[in-house]
Each structure stands twice: as structure tokens, then as C-alpha cells.
């Protein structure tokens, strides 16, 4: 039962242009959300993050916004460079535990 | 400061051998997470320790999967015997506070193929 669903495998961008990832939960009790940014034969690596009592944080060219009634999230890399290629995943846990339930992953490619 | 460290990074087994996977966290860690990402799946938390105390290990196939910690530090993550449908990625992260608010912390993971 997928509980994070990133729906879009891959997304094309032009270098300088916005990509927008996005992602949906089904689970209610989710409050705290994540991304997390891997490399091919690299772990993933934390990026950026939101709790469930906000519906916006910014931290350089990433921004995530969250909509609860929606249970949609989404991450917007302004300007997008090559070095964003990478595989993007979306996490999300319940604050009565820590396990981190993923996404399948969004690829993007940011093209010069 | 030295990241979450794995090994072997690769390995390839043939179907009802044995094998393990060893992690060492970031110095001072006390969380460990044990995760299988397959192939086009998002990674998937087989086990999580605090210190040396199993916290979580409701998604672990214990037939076959076990996993120690001992003294709280380094972990150890078997199969036995391996099933073709165990090819994936294990991945150790850890993490400095038991909130699930802490970042956790990745290592390059293991690549597991089995024949």
C-alpha cells in the first residue's frame, strides 16, 4: 500500500527555468514531509523539509509547499542548474514514529 | 566529519546462499535504519535500532532477514537463505535524536543481485 505517491517518473527542465516536483499521501496522520535528493550509487541526501503546521519553507533555490486538505505537496527548485539532476524523492512520517515512508521517486533533468 | 559507511558496496549471490551487509554510523548516532530500495521503488524501512534495542522491525521478513547491533554502534544486516526477489539496494541511515524530526543520514548503500 503506497502510502507517498509520486506520480510523475521523470521531468525535464531547462537550466535557468522551474521545476516543480510533486507529490501525494493518503495517509492523514502524516505530519512531518520531506525531500530527499540521491545521485545514481549514492544514498539519498536530505534536502528540505515541512511539518504539518506549515504551508511553506524556503531554504535557498528550494522551496516545498504543503496542502493539507489536499494531502499534496510539492518542491520547487527556482532557478533549476545541471547539478539538480538527480533522482528526488518525497518522504513523509507520522510524529508517533520515525519511519520514513517514500515515494517512488521523480528523475529530473535539468538541460543547458 | 565521516559519513554513514557500508560495505561491500556491491554483491552478487546465487538463490538460497547467505549474506551480510555491514553499517557503521555517524559517530555518536544512536538511530539506525536499516532500509531495502528496489529497483523504480522508493526505499522501504526494514528495521530501525536505538542504541542496541530493536525499535521497530515490523516490515522485516524474519524468516529469512535478521539484524544485530551490538554495543550500539556498528550493525549487521543477513539474509538466509537470499531469494531472487531480494536484488535490491540496502541502504543504512542514522540518525542523532530518536524525534522523527532528525535528519537521517545515508550511506552509499549495498547493490545486492541475486542469480
Known amino acids: 500500500d503506497q502510502q507517498v505517491k509520486q506520480n510523475s517518473p521523470s521531468l525535464s527542465v531547462q537550466e535557468g527555468r522551474i521545476s516543480i516536483l510533486n507529490c501525494d499521501y493518503t495517509?492523514?496522520?502524516?505530519?512531518?514531509f520531506l525531500w530527499y535528493k540521491k545521485y545514481p550509487a549514492e544514498g539519498p541526501t536530505f534536502l528540505i523539509s515541512?511539518?504539518?503546521?506549515?504551508d511553506k519553507n524556503e531554504d535557498g533555490r528550494f522551496t516545498v509547499f504543503l496542502n493539507k486538505s489536499a494531502k499534496h505537496l510539492s518542491l520547487h527548485i527556482v532557478p533549476s542548474q545541471p547539478g539538480d539532476s538527480a533522482v528526488y524523492f518525497c518522504?513523509?512520517?507520522?510524529?508517533?514514529?520515525?519511519?520514513?515512508?517514500f515515494g517512488k521517486g521523480t528523475s529530473l533533468l535539468v538541460t543547458p | 566529519e565521516a559519513g554513514v559507511a557500508q560495505s561491500p558496496r556491491y554483491k552478487i549471490i546465487e538463490k538460497r546462499q547467505s549474506v551480510a551487509f555491514w553499517c557503521n554510523p555517524i559517530?555518536?548516532?544512536?538511530?539506525l535504519y536499516w532500509y531495502q530500495q528496489i529497483l523504480g521503488q522508493g526505499p522501504k524501512l526494514l528495521i530501525q535500532?536505538?542504541?542496541?534495542?530493536?525499535?521497530?522491525d515490523s516490515q522485516l521478513p524474519k524468516d529469512r532477514f535478521s539484524a544485530e547491533r551490538l554495543k550500539g554502534v556498528d550493525s549487521t544486516l543477513k539474509i538466509q537463505p537470499a531469494k531472487l526477489e531480494d536484488s535490491a539496494v540496502y541502504l543504512c541511515?542514522?540518525?542523532?535524536?530518536?524525534?522523527?524530526?532528525?535528519?537521517?543520514?545515508f550511506g552509499p548503500g549495498t547493490r545486492l543481485t541475486v542469480l
Open positions: 541511515a542514522s540518525t542523532f535524536l530518536a524525534v522523527p524530526t532528525d535528519t537521517q543520514y
Open positions: 495517509n492523514s496522520m502524516f505530519d512531518y
Open positions: 515541512i511539518s504539518s503546521i506549515k
Open positions: 518522504a513523509a512520517s507520522e510524529d508517533s514514529g520515525y519511519a520514513l515512508n
Open positions: 559517530s555518536g548516532h544512536a538511530t
Open positions: 535500532f536505538q542504541n542496541n534495542g530493536v525499535v521497530d
